[in-house]
C-alpha cells in the first residue's frame, strides 16, 4: 500500500510526471527509458520472429502455423492466450484479474496477400504467389514485441491488456467483425483499442495519426454484362457486351465527377475488365469489377442505387443486360479525437515532437473500422522507409519491404501508449 503521505505528495504532481507502483515512485522519463532499453534488448528475436512470419506467408483464415509461432511466443513468456478465435486469431491478456479491471487492447492482423515476392532478401517468401507485401508480419512482431515489454511491466500496469491477434484483414468480411462477434471486446470490457499499421511513404522511426475520419468505407463492384457474341466481322449480328461495357464503365465515372460532393472524397474504381474472346470472336459477356472508397454513409448508398441504374439502364438501351452484384465492405474508419489526441501527445514523449506527424485523409480501407464503431480507437501509422538502403517500394507491390529498425519503434511506443493510457484512465 502507499502511505498517506506518498499519496498526498503525488496528489501535488502533475499527472504525467510520476506513477507510483507498490511503495515505489517513478518518473516518466524513467519508465520510457526502461521500455526503450527493453525494446533494444529484445529487438533482435523480435525482428527473427518477423522473418519467419514473412518467410511463411498464409492468406486469410489459414494463419495456422503464424497462429502457432503467436502461442509459441506468449506461452514461452507465460502471457495468458486463447486460441481459435474466429478460427485463426488469438487474444492474449496480461495483468487479467477479472471482469471489472481497466482494460485497453492493443491489436495486429496476421495475413498476407496473393502476390508473387520480387524481393532479394535473405527471409523471402517461400511459399509462390503470396507475400507479406502489406506489412502484417511487422504487425504481429511489433505486437509480439510490446507484449513480452508489458508483461516485464505488469506489476505496474494500472489495469489489463489486451493483446488481439487477428486474422483475414484483406478479405471481407474481415477478421475484426468475427472476433467481436465472439466476443474479443468482452471479459474484460475493452476501454479503448490501439492498432499501428506500416507506412512506407514516412520515415523509419517516425509516426503519423490523424483524429476523426482517416480511412474509407469499401466496397466491392461486379458486373457481369451480358450481349449475343458472334464473329467480330459481322458485327450487326451481335450485340457486343464489350461495347456495352466500355459505355458502362465510362458513363459511372459522372457519379464521381458529377453527383458527389466535391468536399466528399469518393473513388469509383475498375481494375478488372475480362472480355474472353478472340480477335476475331465477340463473347457472349464481359466481367467488370472494381472499388468504392468514401466517407459518408448514406452517400455510400446512393453510390450503389446509381451504380445499378445507370449500368442497367446502359446495357438494356444498346440491347444487352448488366447483372450487379455490390459487396458490402468495411465503413470508414474514425479516430475517435480525444484519444487520437492523448495519444499523439503519448507519441511526442516517447519519440519526440519532430518524429510525430500529421496523417491525411485516405482512400484505402481498413477493418479496424469495425473495433472503432464499438469503442474509442486509435489508428496510427508506423513510418518503414529508408531511401538510402532502397527501401521505398509502396504497400501491396511485390518489392514492399521495411527498414527492419521501425520494429523497435513499433513495439517500444505501443507499450508505452498502453503503460500511459492505463495511468492515464
Known amino acids: 500500500m502507499i502511505s498517506n503521505n506518498i499519496t498526498a505528495f503525488l496528489s501535488g504532481l502533475p499527472k504525467s510526471t510520476i506513477f507510483a507502483s507498490s511503495s515505489f515512485i517513478y518518473t516518466m522519463e524513467e519508465i520510457r527509458k526502461k521500455i526503450q532499453t527493453l525494446a533494444e534488448a529484445y529487438f533482435d528475436e523480435i525482428v527473427s520472429l518477423r522473418r519467419k512470419i514473412h518467410a511463411n506467408p498464409e492468406l486469410a483464415y489459414d494463419e495456422h502455423e503464424t497462429a502457432k509461432l503467436v502461442i509459441g ?8 492466450f486463447k486460441e481459435k478465435v474466429a478460427k485463426t486469431g488469438v487474444v492474449g491478456w496480461i495483468n487479467d484479474s477479472g471482469k471489472n479491471v481497466k482494460n485497453i487492447a492493443l491489436r495486429a492482423d496476421m495475413d498476407a496477400l496473393p502476390i508473387f515476392e520480387k524481393t532479394e532478401v535473405d527471409y523471402i517468401s517461400k511459399t509462390p504467389g503470396k507475400m507479406h507485401a502489406c506489412g502484417h508480419d511487422v504487425h504481429t512482431a511489433s505486437l509480439l514485441g510490446a507484449a513480452k515489454i508489458l508483461n516485464q511491466l505488469k506489476k ?35 476501454g ?62 459522372q457519379i464521381v465527377s458529377r453527383n458527389s460532393n466535391p468536399a466528399m472524397p469518393t473513388v469509383l474504381s475498375f481494375g478488372r475488365f475480362i472480355a474472353d474472346g478472340q480477335t476475331n470472336i465477340i463473347p457472349d459477356a464481359v466481367k467488370i469489377s472494381g472499388i468504392i472508397r468514401t466517407f459518408d454513409e448514406n452517400w455510400r448508398a446512393e453510390i450503389k442505387t446509381r451504380i445499378r441504374k445507370i449500368a442497367k439502364s446502359v446495357a438494356e438501351g444498346m440491347g444487352g443486360e448488366c ?24 507519441a511526442i514523449e516517447y519519440l519526440g515532437a519532430e518524429n510525430v506527424v500529421e496523417l491525411e485523409l485516405r482512400t484505402t480501407a481498413e477493418d479496424f473500422a469495425y473495433f472503432s464503431q464499438h469503442v474509442p480507437g486509435c489508428f496510427y501509422r508506423l513510418g518503414t522507409r ?8 509502396n504497400l501491396h507491390t511485390a518489392t514492399f519491404d521495411v527498414d527492419e529498425s521501425s520494429i523497435k519503434t513499433g513495439m517500444g511506443l505501443m ?3 498502453a503503460f500511459r493510457k492505463l495511468l492515464n484512465g
Open 73 to 80: 511466443f506468449l506461452r514461452e513468456n507465460q502471457i495468458k
Open 156 to 190: 505496474d500496469l494500472n489495469g489489463s491488456v489486451k493483446l488481439i491477434f487477428q486474422p483475414s484483414e484483406e478479405k471481407y468480411p474481415g477478421g475484426a467483425k468475427a472476433m467481436i462477434a465472439e466476443g474479443v471486446l468482452e471479459n474484460p470490457k475493452t
Open 192 to 253: 479503448y483499442i490501439f492498432g499501428q499499421h506500416v507506412f512506407p511513404e514516412l520515415e523509419s522511426g517516425k509516426v503519423g495519426m490523424k483524429s476523426g475520419k482517416y480511412m474509407a468505407s469499401t466496397d466491392e463492384v461486379f458486373l457481369t454484362v451480358k450481349g449475343r457474341g458472334g464473329h467480330g466481322a459481322i458485327p450487326h449480328k451481335n450485340v457486343d457486351p464489350v461495347l456495352i461495357a466500355s459505355y458502362i464503365v465510362i458513363a459511372l465515372q
Open 323 to 346: 447483372d450487379v452484384f455490390i459487396d458490402q465492405g468495411y465503413p470508414f474508419l474514425v479516430n475517435d479525437p480525444g484519444l487520437t489526441e492523448e495519444t499523439r501527445q503519448f
Open 386 to 393: 529508408n531511401e538510402a538502403k532502397g527501401i521505398v517500394a
Open 415 to 417: 507499450a508505452w501508449i
